[in-house]
């Protein structure tokens, strides 16, 4: 089992001490998770914190062997202003993370696709009226940081019967800073076309690819997401989706060494650990 940077309450002296700080702090969390600080008010995206992907597969032909430990406890967060998720599975939005954390942050705004508002709703036990849709082109503005909605293929661009996103990506604006987190994807027509006239600062982009035998929907693997990232002019691109579970997971390497090839910037995380950017 591999350590993380950080955890447990070095973690938590690691996020008070950037209180203060001016520009964003970006922490990965594990998997596609991670939490960001702005001027002391923090945000969290598709956060999993628990095991209970790890206990529900753990006697079946499909078992979640976790690779890394926790970076923290989510009852141990209660300074969440806003969460986000990008779709429904598991990893994702994730009712062991989520009800803990609504739990000590009573006032935490909960963002998630419009047309998973009911899901989403059933799976932590609320009222739908709790929880915020967001949808194409309505950007959603919570404790100073703006969410809008972009389109993600997992692997395909699916929409349900209102013609509204299942699987979606955030463009988050803090300030001035612009960070794009792709949720799960693959590239899809217009894609870069379109992330390109957002001005990206950081691309938080998966890594782990996409095999059949793992019987899950894939993603981009390391050299298309460097690829990507570099086509849409992000400033900086950070891989995530991997180091989680044995069964779906990639190495770095190649992310690595395809973007030093493209010339594009890059820093690659271990759990727990923070990347301060500053603002220009």
């Known amino acids: 089992m591999q350590e993380p940077f950080l955890s447990d309450d070095a973690f938590l002296k690691d996020v008070a001490r950037r209180h203060a700080q001016p520009g964003l702090a970006l922490w990965w969390l594990g998997q596609s998770g991670f939490l960001l600080m702005y001027e002391g008010r923090c945000a969290l995206l598709d956060p999993y914190l628990s095991e209970s992907l790890t206990e529900k597969y753990a006697k079946t032909d499909k078992p979640h062997v976790r690779m890394t430990r926790r970076v923290i406890d989510p009852r141990q967060l209660d300074f969440i202003s806003v969460t986000a998720s990008t779709h429904n599975h598991t990893d994702h939005l994730d009712a062991q993370t989520l009800k803990p954390l609504l739990d000590v942050n009573p006032e935490m705004a909960l963002i998630v696709p419009e047309a998973n508002r009911a899901f989403a709703a059933d799976r932590l036990g609320l009222e739908i009226e709790a929880i915020v849709g967001a949808e194409e082109g309505h950007p959603v503005e919570v404790a100073g940081f703006s969410f809008q909605v972009v389109p993600a293929?997992?692997?395909?661009?699916?929409?349900?019967?209102?013609?509204?996103?299942?699987?979606?990506?955030?463009?988050?604006?803090?300030?001035?800073?612009?960070?794009?987190?792709?949720?799960?994807?693959?590239?899809?027509?217009?894609?870069?076309?379109?992330?390109?006239?957002?001005?990206?600062?950081?691309?938080?982009?998966?890594?782990?690819?996409?095999a059949p035998e793992r019987r899950v929907a894939g993603n981009l693997t390391s050299p298309e997401a460097a690829q990507l990232g570099h086509d849409i002019g992000a400033k900086l691109v950070i891989p995530c989706h991997y180091d989680l579970f044995e069964f779906n997971t990639a190495s770095p390497d190649a992310f690595v060494s395809e973007c030093e090839r493209l010339g594009q910037r890059y820093q690659v995380l271990k759990n727990g650990a923070c990347l301060d950017i500053p603002e220009e």
């Open 153 to 210: 293929a997992h692997e395909t661009l699916e929409r349900d019967a209102a013609g509204r996103l299942t699987h979606v990506g955030y463009i988050v604006r803090a300030g001035s800073l612009t960070i794009y987190h792709s949720g799960d994807t693959v590239r899809y027509p217009g894609m870069a076309e379109l992330l390109s006239t957002f001005d990206i600062d950081v691309a938080l982009l998966p890594i782990n690819g996409r």
